[in-house]
């Protein structure tokens, strides 16, 4: 039997290492478009193919899509979330589902403290400013980051990995996670309001959840300190969106990084019209090295498990693997 892999999307320009490593070990791959279609056409393209195993990136892949794989024994993640895949229904029909990650720790973490160091040093301040014809040294309020407290929400590999860089900085370090593990050097673990109400930085790492939807809202960011920044790196609707543009519009807020939107790709025009945001379109995940890793860890899941073998990265205790 030669096994059929659905790769659903992907956000690069083509399939070639996803399509190498399959087509390598004898098995056959069926790509979807790179740009995610909708579910249904998802669930269409797991009926035609019957697939033995599903990579997907930001595609939806359905408890129908999975319900319609008769011979599916994988759903592997291209990336760390599991929010777009029926991770239950799968468990219950004893198929895997597997991510990778601790492909994009060096990444993430690069990507937030970049949003600190570009709101300190007011870099996309001041370059929209010389580039709007406006040279005004006089005008800077910056700040000194090692005088500053920042927060991190989530405290796991990526969190600990921000913590490990901001410390060269040398500001005062919080984390609030409720599941801490052992403690960090020089990293002081509160509550979540705590963390809110005592840091002028606030970076949010955590995963989404049914728990974490809007862990990040009104209430909470009303608890920062005035003129503060909110980094938002993880998933968008950990964050209420329109609360943080109105906090940026009566400025209890000074700014906001956003790699990440609950409504994204579309951004609202309320949010960009607020010259603190600064915003990038969910790629703090992305470099040459994360991105080929990615691909080939995920790919290599998908043939281990066709061959027989556990995988390395399981997410789930499926029904008759356990």
């Known amino acids: 039997m030669t096994h059929t892999v659905l790769l659903t999307d992907y956000a690069w320009p083509d399939d070639s290492v996803e399509r190498g490593i399959i087509e390598g070990a004898g098995m056959r791959l069926v790509s979807g478009p790179a740009d995610p279609a909708p579910a249904a056409q998802i669930e269409s393209l797991a009926r035609d193919c019957q ?3 599903i990579l997907t990136c930001w595609a939806q892949v ?10 599916l024994q994988i759903v592997a993640r291209l990336g760390v979330g599991l929010d777009n895949i029926a991770v239950d229904t799968a ?5 895997w589902v597997t991510n990778v990650p601790d492909y994009c720790v060096e990444e993430v973490s690069d990507h937030a403290v970049g949003f600190a160091l570009a709101w300190t040093r007011g870099l996309v301040h001041f370059d929209r400013e ?6 005004a040294p006089s005008s800077a309020r910056l700040r000194r980051l090692a005088e500053l407290t920042c927060g991190i929400v989530g405290f796991g590999r990526i969190g600990r990995a921000t913590a490990r860089k901001l410390a060269a900085f040398g500001c005062r370090l919080l984390s609030y996670d409720p599941y801490p593990g052992t403690p960090t050097p020089g990293v ?8 809110m109400s005592r840091s002028d930085i606030v970076i949010v790492h955590a995963p989404l959840s049914p728990t974490t939807h809007h862990l990040i809202d009104a209430q909470r960011l009303a608890l920062m300190r005035p003129g503060g920044l909110l ?16 906090a940026l519009e009566e400025g209890r807020l000074a700014a906001a990084g956003l790699d990440v939107l609950e409504s994204e790709p579309a951004v609202p025009q309320a949010l960009l019209s607020q010259p603190g945001a600064m915003l990038t379109p969910h790629v703090a995940f992305s ?16 043939v281990r498990v066709l061959k027989g073998d ?3 990265e399981p997410r789930n205790a499926p029904a008759g693997n356990r």
């Open 51 to 53: 697939p033995s195993a």
């Open 62 to 71: 359905t408890a129908a899509a999975i319900e319609s794989a008769k011979p």
């Open 91 to 95: 468990t219950s029909r004893g198929i």
């Open 130 to 135: 010389v580039r709007a014809g406006r040279w």
């Open 188 to 195: 002081e673990s509160v509550d979540l309001e705590s963390l």
């Open 231 to 246: 980094i938002n790196v993880s998933r968008g609707a950990v964050v209420d969106t329109d609360a943080v543009t109105r």
């Open 287 to 302: 470099s040459d090295a994360s991105l080929l890793e990615l691909r080939r860890r995920a790919a290599e899941e998908v």
């Open 310 to 312: 556990q995988p390395r």
